[in-house]
């Protein structure tokens, strides 16, 4: 009876190889960050490294990525990533959207919930590991942001609108 659903399983293992999904291989949309924001060197050199694969519209999948179920776990982590923040698609959102963002950057990187530890486990994708001085430079990044914004813009343009239902 084992030996049949050893073999039931690998046949699904071996059946799931052929059925493809659609990767996050498309090319950089016309909002990026980079278009409204000053992105420094060592800035951008973090987010490439430790942000972008997840966080905008172009990843680089591993060799492991061919493998299913791993390659739709990582690409249902990417399109959950991306779904939250998507560095690409950026300045065509509200700036109240943009400012939140911010918010929420230096927030994940404080608590060092950003980069998801899963994404370094085993040594892999070791360039995304920041060091504590790496989290100061991106949270001082994102603050820098913040304050242009509100230097700029009115105070209630960066202000989320609550929702409301109507019945």
């Known amino acids: 009876m084992l030996k049949k659903i050893g073999l039931v399983v690998l046949a699904l293992v071996i059946a799931i190889q052929f059925i493809p999904y659609e990767k996050n291989v498309g090319s950089p949309a016309p909002y990026p960050i980079s278009g409204s924001y000053d992105i420094p060197g060592p800035v951008n050199k973090l987010l490439n490294n430790a942000c972008n694969n997840c966080h905008a519209n172009t990843s680089e999948y591993p060799w492991y990525a061919s493998i299913e179920p791993i390659g739709y776990w990582l690409n249902d982590h990417i399109q959950e990533g991306k779904s939250h923040l998507n560095f690409d698609e950026f300045t065509n959102r509200p700036l109240a959207y943009q400012y939140h963002k911010f918010e929420e950057t230096i927030e994940m990187v404080e608590e060092k919930e950003m980069p998801l530890e899963s994404y370094t486990y085993f040594g892999l994708h070791p360039e995304a590991k920041l060091s504590d001085a790496d989290r100061q430079v991106i949270i ?16 209630d343009s960066l202000v989320r609108k609550k929702r409301t239902t109507t019945l």
Request: net charge positive; no cysteine.
């Open 140 to 155: 001082a990044w994102a603050k820098d942001q913040m304050a242009y914004l509100k230097a700029t813009y009115p105070a």
